[in-house]
């Protein structure tokens, strides 16, 4: 046996040596006595077998260091090296500055009918070079080891992620999570005047639906003092913005105004947030919100954004404008049919007004909260001259309707003692309600009115997004 696996070796040397040193145009077939077509420099036939490429991991992969040559005789002979991901399963080429994946390219053309299908940490990270085409997950995705060890670590190093979409360049596409999972997203960029910080950065007039992140619970989101923090994006503006049926949870989101487990801002254009949850700790300084930090409006404030059928579970900390669901709701925003659960609290004791509440913080102007319900189990605010604390909202100019809230409310105010609530389910305080009401079915479809449509509701529990 040892003396015909020798033989092998020497033939295939012998093979490989004539085929790639000889000046001379050899044509080779391997596996058959058939001669070998004009067109062909070597055929491997067999109906028994393949040829089998060689199976790297990500990592393994990215350890030859293609983008690292600097030699260009060396840079052009790399280029069309194939190997065989394990972590993605896919056939990938070297294009001789990135890594190109052979199932991408026949799969999907870009456009809303035909999106790019997105397999691997590789053909997500490339949506950022066409903002504007259209996408669709193929599975889940975990970049865990692309930030580690990867592309993405050789990057980006100890930021993490770079989110997709700025200010200069936004995400103007659409990406279909088709029910799948993104895993292990991390950011750190708390550094002053870095942008909006998500797995998107700014979305205008694009859209991401059905998707679920799940942010590394060891090293979370962290924005620093920078403006606009979400988990799916920072922003989102422009007619026809919309984040749907998405899901945050895993690790701890913090940065400074405008943060929200969705998406920090919802701006003008009529952009929208729906059916999405959360279950992660949101922290920050002003317009903090367990779903939305923000809803506003464009400067006519006739086009605000919306927020509806949502909900969070996590606890919610800030300095003004901190909310269960959405820190404020400005202008002509629009926040309705959402609950949240988890303690809501002010983090930083100075003399400045602050507004703290279960569902938002404040409602100004033109804004609007019906039909919501706070089932936190408590809402405080530190020691502060001017507290403006309240169940369902801490402080309203804007308009409330049929807003409820648990009775049995821990509450507490700006000078540390226990709140007098009022009940009123127009009032920043809401209806009063208790924990049996929570767990009945046909307490949701009557009395706040909620859709069966949109939500499972089931005796004894919570409801969830269908």
Same mark, same amino acid.
């Given at each position: ?14 093979? @490989?040596?004539l ?17 070998? #077509? %004009?067109?062909?420099?070597?055929? =491997?036939? !067999? ?36 190997v ?6 896919? /056939?990938?080429?070297?294009? $001789? ?6 199932? #991408? ?11 790019? @299908?997105?397999c ?26 692309? =930030?580690?060890?990867?592309?993405? #670590? ?5 930021? *993490?992620?770079l989110? &997709? +979409? ?12 088709? +029910?799948?999972? &993104? ?12 942008? !909006?910080?998500?797995?998107?950065? &700014? ?7 059905? /998707?679920t ?11 620093? @003092? ?28 913090? *940065? ?20 999405c949850?959360? !279950?992660?700790?949101v !922290? $920050?300084?002003?317009? @903090? ?48 049919y ?5 303690? &809501?609290?002010?983090?930083?004791? %100075?003399?400045?007004? %602050? ?19 706070? /089932? ?17 909202? $801490? ?56 859709d %069966? ?11 969830? =997004?269908?």
């Amino acid at each position: 046996m040892k003396i015909i696996k020798n033989y092998s070796c020497i033939f295939i040397t012998v093979v @490989i040596v004539l085929f790639f040193y000889l000046p001379v145009k050899s044509q080779v077939t391997i596996g058959s006595q058939k001669a070998s #077509q %004009n067109f062909s420099i070597l055929e =491997l036939i !067999s109906t028994e077998g393949g040829l089998r490429l060689p199976q790297l991991t990500s990592g393994e992969r990215d350890s030859l260091k293609l983008d690292a040559l600097t030699d260009s005789v060396t840079i052009e002979a790399a280029k069309g090296l194939v190997v065989y991901n394990t972590d993605v399963d896919c /056939l990938e080429f070297w294009s $001789g500055d990135k890594w190109i994946s052979l199932c #991408q390219p026949a799969m999907g053309n870009g456009t809303e009918t035909n999106p790019y @299908i997105i397999c691997s940490p590789e053909s997500l990270d490339a949506i950022r070079d066409k903002p504007d085409a259209h996408y669709k997950l193929c599975g889940d995705i975990d970049l865990t080891d692309y =930030l580690a060890t990867g592309a993405g #670590q050789t990057k980006w190093g100890s930021n *993490g992620w770079l989110p &997709i +979409g700025d200010a200069t360049t936004p995400f103007t596409g659409s990406l279909d999570g088709d +029910g799948h999972t &993104i895993s292990g997203l991390w950011i750190q960029h708390p550094e002053a005047g870095f942008g !909006s910080v998500g797995l998107f950065g &700014i979305i205008y007039s694009g859209s991401v639906k059905n /998707l679920t992140v799940e942010i590394d619970a060891a090293k979370g989101i962290n924005g620093g @003092i920078n403006t606009h923090v979400g988990g799916i994006a920072g922003r989102i503006r422009g007619d026809g913005s919309a984040i749907s049926n998405c899901c945050v949870k895993g690790g701890d989101l913090r *940065g400074g105004n405008s943060v929200g487990g969705i998406a920090g801002r919802v701006d003008h254009g009529n952009s929208s947030v729906t059916c999405c949850y959360t !279950s992660i700790n949101v !922290s $920050g300084s002003n317009g @903090i919100g367990g779903v939305v930090g923000q809803i506003s409006s464009d400067v006519t404030a006739e086009r605000g954004g919306s927020l509806t059928n949502s909900y969070a579970t996590g606890n919610v900390t800030g300095t003004t404008g901190v909310g269960g669901v959405a820190g404020r709701v400005q202008n002509s925003g629009n926040l309705a049919y959402c609950y949240a659960t988890g303690a &809501i609290s002010r983090n930083a004791p %100075n003399t400045n007004a %602050n507004y703290i509440g279960g569902v938002s913080g404040r409602v100004d102007s033109n804004g609007k909260i019906n039909s919501c319900v706070a /089932l936190n189990s408590s809402v405080s605010s530190t020691v502060v001259s001017t507290a403006y604390v309240g169940r369902v909202v $801490g402080n309203a100019d804007g308009s409330l309707s049929n807003n409820w809230a648990l009775s049995n409310m821990t509450i507490t105010d700006g000078n540390g003692s226990p709140k007098v609530t009022i009940n009123n389910a127009g009032n920043v305080d809401g209806a009063d309600m208790n924990d049996t009401n929570s767990k009945t079915a046909n307490w949701w479809t009557t009395v706040p009115g909620w859709d %069966n449509n949109i939500w499972n509701f089931v005796n004894n529990q919570l409801p969830t =997004l269908k």
